[in-house]
């Protein structure tokens, strides 16, 4: 069989003092952290849109990206190459996992019957290609966003043939989904937004997207598939006012139309920055409404505005998300998904191991730094410290619920004025982490 990669070998683990740039110096599969081998902590996904249809392309300019293999058609013969690529690629690098869009792995055709026979040619070898590998799917995904019908949006569109035609996209990616036994089915909102509020009636389209995704649940439970859903926030782009904009808006909407329990969150790391939060907001808040699901591991640029979706080099964002994913022990079916894309000024294939194998590492010392953080227990203990005013007294009888509004008076009035303030130290504590870094 061909070789789409001949120079590249196994990526292995050398440690941290290997000076090989294809080599992994902290990702150690079998190493075990905090009782988890990093294998089963990060659960890696390779995600098939940017590494195996990335082109390039740019608003103001063409492709770049040299794809030796690709005859850049949107053919059968051409996805079914992609696929050896792709398992290649992910075989190489010693990723478990990868996602895909239902048009990102097959062509779309001229009709929905035939878009959906594409599918199942191309998802057939998917099929074999998991088996030869063992390489799993981490979640599939349908495409409502590229083709010109989703202008108005899909499951939000004034127009409800393109509802229509969604649910059933939807409905063929989680049946898809399931026979490729993948773990999770992403909603990611798409164009469902929107750009003026004068021709929007914001209350209809977003009932539609609950209706949406009550019949995608009704359908699943219907063919048995056990996958977790799960809802991607972004909060701009393509539409200036994405319904899904942050982890709090999507909680807010998951709880309002009865999805509690049904979905959980996919978080990713340059939406939550166009959120104006920090990833580690976005993961706190998800992790204590007990919905962080999995995650899009890639991050922005502090200069740009937009999803520039670059792969993640920064140990101190790593440390920062492996702070709260520890807390939770990991992301249970999840995974922790390379959303992102090499620049377009990086268009040699080996591009895509350099840019796969810094974020494996990056991510693998973020975990083994925060690790050493929680070993030590000196931030929880001064988290829990900080508030043990609520672990007796009037602070227990406010968390119990068995203080009043009268109670908390009365307990003022006696003691005239409050005592126990303390300093935040918040210096103390970002010179803290450093010492671990
Ligand atoms: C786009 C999103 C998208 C989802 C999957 O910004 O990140 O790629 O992850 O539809
Ligand atoms: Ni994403
Ligand atoms: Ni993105």
């Not at 200036?240 to 807010?252: E, I, P, V």
Request: contains cysteine; hydrophobic residues 35%.
């Amino acid at each position: 069989m061909a070789e789409y990669f001949p120079s590249v070998s196994k990526i292995e683990y050398e440690g941290p003092k290997s000076r090989n740039p294809l080599a992994f110096k902290h990702y150690n599969p079998d190493e075990v952290i905090e009782g988890q081998t990093m294998r089963d902590l990060f659960r890696f996904s390779v995600c098939y849109w940017h590494t195996f249809r990335g082109t390039g392309t740019d608003p103001f300019g063409s492709a770049t990206l040299q794809r030796p293999w690709d005859d850049g058609s949107d053919s059968i013969p051409n996805a079914l190459k992609r696929v050896d690529v792709a398992f290649e690629f992910m075989q190489k690098l010693q990723a478990p996992f990868y996602c895909w869009h239902d048009r990102d792995i097959s062509p779309e055709g001229s009709s929905l019957k035939e878009s959906n026979k594409n599918l199942d040619e191309i998802a057939k070898k998917l099929k074999d290609k998991q088996g030869e590998t063992g390489i799993k799917l981490l979640w599939g995904t349908a495409n409502l966003f590229s083709n010109p019908r989703f202008m108005h949006g899909a499951a939000t569109s004034c127009n409800a043939d393109v509802f229509a035609f969604a649910a059933a996209q939807v409905k063929k990616a989680i049946e898809v989904t399931y026979d490729l036994g993948g773990e999770n089915y992403v909603f990611w909102g798409g164009r469902e937004g929107y750009h003026n509020l004068l021709n929007t009636d914001m209350k209809r389209e977003t009932d539609h997207l609950a209706r949406f995704m009550h019949m995608a649940h009704d359908h699943a439970k219907s063919i048995g598939f056990k996958g977790q859903f799960l809802f991607e926030p972004k909060p701009k782009e393509p539409t200036k006012h994405q319904y899904d904009f942050d982890a709090a808006t999507c909680l807010n909407f998951i709880g309002r139309n009865g999805l509690d329990g049904i979905v959980k969150l996919n978080i990713e790391t340059n939406h939550a920055t166009l959120a104006g939060h920090s990833m580690m907001h976005e993961l706190e808040v998800a992790r204590i409404h007990n919905a962080l699901g999995s995650i899009d591991a890639n991050t922005g640029d502090a200069l740009l505005g937009w999803d520039t979706d670059q792969f993640p080099t920064d140990i101190y964002l790593t440390t920062q998300m492996m702070l709260v994913i520890l807390k939770q022990n990991g992301l249970g079916s999840g995974g922790t998904n390379f959303d992102a894309k090499v620049r377009r000024e990086s268009f040699e294939p080996i591009d895509l191991f350099h840019a796969h194998v810094g974020g494996m590492d990056a991510f693998a010392r973020g975990a083994k730094i925060a690790a050493a953080i929680r070993k030590d227990g000196v931030l929880d203990q001064f988290v829990s410290n900080r508030y043990r005013s609520f672990d007796s007294g009037i602070g227990a009888q406010i968390e119990s619920g068995k203080a009043s509004f009268a109670d908390c008076e009365r307990y003022m009035l006696e003691k005239g004025e409050i005592t126990g303030n303390e300093s935040g130290r918040q210096e103390y504590l970002e010179n803290l982490i450093n010492d671990y870094m």
